[in-house]
């Protein structure tokens, strides 16, 4: 059970990601989250990972392809794991097949720019435990305070509307690519994810379960 989450940013990806590690008891494996923590660590891969996130660009293939070897080598993946915002490019993919590690499915979540955009907008996150919720689609019980620790909800600092646009043409020129990688390999399930977070679950599960939906 290896999975990968594909999808433009803002999809949902962390969202599913969460659902679909919980459903198969399999690790969840956000490099963003990762990195993110190395930021808020002040650790040496934070500071280097700062300087592209901020702006909206990928951090380069070799420091986030290194992360995930190591990863992915603890006792928790010998069942599977669940990738989230890796591979983000042909080389990255490419490095985790020279890493002999073999996918069994890639999860592509597709949604239109402007819902996209009002995923973007409406997203708040944990400042202390990272944990993502939606103003409209998917509240916490109390305005601005983390359901799961009680911390403080905050606007995660590279969803500013301009650092947003260059996300996306990121994704395009770099990310895209791989839905016709996967595809040829045979591995791509794509999911409509407009729906509401419930049934892009389900349907997630259906196909992975070979059920057509
Ligand atoms: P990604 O990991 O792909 O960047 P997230 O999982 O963080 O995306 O989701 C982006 C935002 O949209 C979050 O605020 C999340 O709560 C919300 N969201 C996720 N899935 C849906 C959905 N199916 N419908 C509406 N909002 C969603
Ligand atoms: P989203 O899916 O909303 O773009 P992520 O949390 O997956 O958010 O990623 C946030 C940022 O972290 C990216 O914009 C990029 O700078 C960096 N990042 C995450 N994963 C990778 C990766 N595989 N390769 C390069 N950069 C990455
Ligand atoms: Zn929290």
Redesign the pocket.
């Known amino acids: 059970m290896r999975m990968i989450m594909l999808g433009p940013?803002?999809?949902g990806?962390?969202t599913q990601a969460k659902r679909i590690a919980n459903e198969f008891k399999i690790p969840h494996i956000?490099?963003?989250?990762i990195?993110?923590n190395a930021i808020k660590d002040k650790t040496p891969l934070g500071e280097k990972?700062q300087e592209?996130?901020q702006k909206?660009?990928?951090?380069?293939?070799e420091i986030?392809t290194g992360l995930v070897k190591e990863r992915v080598k603890e006792p928790d993946c010998d069942n599977g794991f669940i990738l989230?915002?890796?591979?983000?490019?042909i080389n990255?993919a490419k490095s985790l097949e020279d890493m002999g590690i073999g996918i069994d499915s890639v999860i592509n979540i597709n949604v239109c720019e402007e819902d996209l955009i009002e995923r973007f907008t409406g997203r708040r996150v944990c400042k202390t435990c990272g944990a993502t919720f939606h103003i409209k689609f998917d509240p916490p019980s109390k305005p601005n305070i983390c359901d799961k620790c009680q911390g403080e909800l905050i606007i995660r600092a590279?969803d500013e509307m301009s650092t947003v646009k260059k996300?996306l043409k990121?994704?395009t020129e770099q990310t895209a690519p791989l839905i016709d990688f996967y595809k040829n390999k045979k591995l791509l399930i794509d999911i409509d994810g407009t729906k509401p977070i419930d049934e892009v679950f389900s349907s997630i599960l259906k196909r992975l379960r070979g059920e057509a939906v």
């Open positions: 940013p803002g999809a990806k962390g956000s490099t963003g989250e990195l993110r990972a592209y996130m909206g660009l990928l951090v380069p293939d986030v989230d915002g890796f591979p983000r490019t990255q590279d996300r990121v994704y």
